[in-house]
């Protein structure tokens, strides 16, 4: 039954999406197979709402429709430039993550339930809301101890809303599998699983709470950069009660023209306090956008929404701290011999074919600032390189190279002239010397016997199962007379297949004569 269910609220998607030429977009069509092609050329007929040239923004305007889920998906989907076409995630990065905001009685209704007692023995006033996006709103409060918080509150329903809508894009992933055997390389079921899991995270305000104090220690640490205190006393699944920052936020005009502000130190701080977070710490705010950053009275930058938190393991943050150490020493051939050690190139590829892709990419750039050189440029032929060279690329990468784009082009519009190289270099420099400095070198000889086993346990097992192929080839112990087992077919039961076409065509049917 939930099936079935299920299978209609994804004939509602596939018809909102075709409203909008986003099933499958006039620009993509010769790129699947002919019945695909032939359903695309259907769907154009009911294509009425949306006339955009950019096929990523026609989708996105579809997802805003959709709702949450849709909505958080295409904003995951917008940042796999390395998948995707460039031109369609570009498009498709307009999403907009704003929807109407609940009232104040319903936030209060919320709150009650949550705590069980009247709202004024948990707080003395209560804003309106403040801020509103796809899961969750904002409102400002007072503590009964006087302290002004921010009281940030999941929306009602969001829980089954969501999973519903995961539901129906695990179907439409299946589906797609099956029919466009080419989407097979982008593994849409994946996606949508790792998806799900980054989306449910986010409903979920204790691990917000928990990745906001993780954070903070780094923040005391290093004394770049300040995390709200959080109430955990106030705080559960569906609400997350954290101090409320005064300040300028990075979204507003004011950034730019406020007299008090020192714009290029402020931008040194916002890379300064990624990378070390990344590099030293191993975890990140993955969602540096400027709505989630603000600088406070005494010019100290305060981040803020710790839904999205990237993770590198030890391996990973010495692997990243060298690349870039790499790209700064113009040094290809040991940033070549990183990615071969961790076994993220395969094996069949030569060092020094890598090496001199990585120098095609660096040489153009190197010694000039950012105004000059755009990082998501760099990035976007990194990833072309990476295509080449088959790697697959690893989700945190990803996440940590998306992070730094943002990073970057927050810290550009603080200060034009703004050097993303020697902001980081320092960073980058202090990372390694640890490493590799007085007790780093001590402990070298047993990190190096220990380092190619723990690099390939901290890779995920894309990375892992190249690497040990490469060692096994090179031991000699691959036979290729026998299938890999990662190439079985997928499984989607033929009957879910067939139903799905006979009822497409028969609801376009009926739908296509209530439009004459
Ligand atoms: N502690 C805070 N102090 C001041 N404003 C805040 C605070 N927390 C959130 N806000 C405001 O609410 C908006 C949304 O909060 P955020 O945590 O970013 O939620 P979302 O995950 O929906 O983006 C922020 O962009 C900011 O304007
Ligand atoms: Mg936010």
Redesign the pocket.
């Known amino acids: 039954m939930k099936t079935i269910i299920t299978f209609f609220r994804l004939l509602k998607t596939a018809f909102i999406l075709a409203r909008h030429d986003a099933l499958i977009p006039a620009e993509y069509a010769r790129n699947v197979p002919m019945f695909m092609r032939f359903v695309g050329w259907f769907s154009r007929l009911f294509a009425v709402r949306d006339r955009a040239k950019n096929p990523g923004e026609r989708f996105a305007r579809a997802l805003e429709t959709l709702g949450p889920a849709y909505i958080k998906v295409g904003q995951i989907l917008a940042t796999r430039s390395d998948m995707l076409d460039p031109e369609f995630t570009r498009g498709l990065s307009r999403l907009k993550?704003q929807v109407p905001a609940f009232s104040r009685d319903k936030a209060v209704e919320l709150i009650e339930k949550e705590f069980g007692k009247p709202w004024k023995e948990l707080f003395t006033t209560f804003s309106e809301p403040?801020?509103a996006?796809?899961?969750?709103?904002?409102h400002k409060a007072a503590l009964l101890d006087g302290s002004v918080v921010?009281v940030?509150i999941l929306r009602p329903n969001i829980h089954t809303d969501m999973a519903k809508d995961m539901d129906v894009l695990r179907m439409a992933a299946s589906l797609g599998e099956f029919f466009v055997p080419a989407s097979r390389r982008l593994g849409p079921k994946l996606f949508v699983k790792t998806a799900a899991r980054a989306v449910m995270l986010e409903l979920d305000l204790r691990l917000e709470a928990a990745a906001a104090s993780e954070l903070s220690e780094a923040a005391e640490d290093t004394g770049l950069f300040r995390v709200?205190n959080i109430h955990w006393d106030f705080s559960s699944k569906n609400v997350l009660v954290?101090?409320?920052?005064d300040g300028t936020?990075f979204?507003s005009d004011e950034l730019l023209t406020g007299p008090k502000i020192e714009r290029p130190a402020l931008a040194i701080k916002v890379i300064q306090s990624f990378l070390t977070c990344a590099f030293d710490y191993g975890v990140f705010h993955a969602d540096m956008h400027e709505?989630?950053l603000?600088v406070d009275a005494d010019g100290e930058l305060v981040l803020?929404?710790f839904?999205i938190l990237g993770r590198l393991s030890e391996a990973e943050q010495r692997f990243h701290a060298e690349i870039l150490y790499g790209f700064l020493k113009r040094d290809y051939q040991r940033i070549a011999e990183i990615h071969f050690e961790a076994g993220y190139v395969p094996a069949n590829h030569t060092v020094e074919d890598f090496a001199s892709a990585l120098r095609a990419v660096g040489e153009p750039i190197f010694g000039k600032t950012s105004d000059q050189v755009s990082m998501a440029k760099v990035l976007l032929q990194l990833f072309e390189i990476t295509e080449i060279f088959d790697m697959q690329m690893q989700p945190q990468l990803i996440m940590l190279q998306k992070t730094m784009m943002q990073a970057e082009g927050v810290a550009r519009r603080l200060d034009p002239a703004f050097d993303m190289w020697e902001a980081s270099r320092p960073v980058v420099e202090a990372s390694l010397r640890r490493e590799l400095g007085a007790e780093g070198r001590i402990a070298d000889f047993m990190t190096d016997l220990r380092r190619a086993q723990k690099t390939l346990r901290a890779m995920p097992d894309a990375a892992d199962n190249v690497a040990a192929l490469a060692k096994a080839w090179a031991a000699g112990e691959v036979d290729l007379s026998k299938p890999a087992n990662n190439t079985k077919p997928r499984a989607v039961s033929k009957g879910v297949v067939w139903a799905a076409i006979v009822a497409v065509t028969t609801l376009a049917g009926v739908w296509a004569v209530g439009q004459l």
């Open positions: 993550d403040k801020a996006a796809s899961v969750a709103q904002v921010a940030k709200p954290l101090d409320w920052v936020a979204s709505g989630n603000i803020i929404d839904g």
